[in-house]
């Protein structure tokens, strides 16, 4: 019988799924995490499980979007009764507010350390623990070696880890599947109500193996992430980070191509 060749790509890139340490995904134990139009940069179309993504932030502001997009992530993720590990060195997170995001505050363990390199072993032997849902660590700086053995240890457990890098001055290659870039967007507010409305984010997928990188926004409401129709314009203040940042990742595109 002949086989298409549409086919016989689908299944080579089925067949290298695990060899890019997405053995889950290739299995087809997968998560609908409700990213919409997102999911369709993913391989196999959909969100990464089991695997360690990265997540760039400047500043203080941007480290406080990304933590919220997060929180929507793990929203999904911990349905199942699992917690799940927050380790950082300042904590930016308040607890009560992931209410928002229908997470309850006991259900994640927050580990304060002094040193990044005690944040990585933790983290690293938390990713090892198959009863949890997820693995949060916050850092500046990390290695290709260090990301890898992060990797290694989600390929048996099974857990997800994301790092949430705050003010890296290096853009190296590492081991993660992915890597993103999550900024903050004005609110809208209904006609009529006082307040502030409900959380936006515009959402950079910069990198993903076997997948296609893209830009979206987002906003948060009724329990779910909702794609915004109407593009909101970008503050400029992140419009000269992006601007600043291109260069970099070209360069290190150049270094490592």
Do not use: Y
């Amino acid at each position: 019988m002949h086989t298409k060749p549409a086919d016989i790509i689908a299944q080579l890139q089925k067949d290298i799924l695990p060899l890019q340490g997405l053995k889950f995904q290739a299995n087809g134990n997968t998560v609908q995490m409700g990213l919409g139009v997102i999911e369709s940069s993913f391989p196999n179309s959909t969100f990464p499980i089991g695997a360690v993504h990265e997540f760039l932030s400047a500043s203080t502001e941007d480290i406080a979007a990304t933590g919220g997009f997060i929180a929507g992530l793990l929203s999904t993720l911990m349905q199942k009764g699992g917690a799940s590990v927050w380790i950082s060195s300042s904590r930016t997170i308040f607890p009560p507010a992931l209410k928002t995001f229908d997470i309850q505050p006991d259900k994640i363990i927050f580990i304060d350390l002094k040193k990044e390199k005690d944040i990585l072993w933790v983290m690293e032997e938390a990713l090892k623990c198959t009863g949890l849902a997820a693995v949060i660590g916050e850092i500046s700086n990390i290695n290709f070696t260090e990301s890898r053995r992060l990797q290694l240890a989600v390929e048996q457990s099974a857990v997800t880890g994301f790092i949430l890098r705050r003010s890296s001055r290096n853009l190296n290659t590492i081991a993660c599947i992915s890597r993103w870039k999550i900024t903050s967007l004005p609110s809208e507010l209904e006609d009529g109500m006082p307040g502030v409305g409900f959380p936006r984010w515009n959402i950079e997928l910069l990198k993903i193996r076997n997948g296609k990188p893209g830009e979206w926004q987002l906003e948060w409401s009724a329990g779910k992430f909702h794609h915004i129709s109407s593009p909101v314009a970008i503050p400029s203040m992140r419009k000269e980070f992006v601007k600043a940042v291109k260069p970099l990742q070209q360069q290190q595109k150049q270094k490592t191509g």
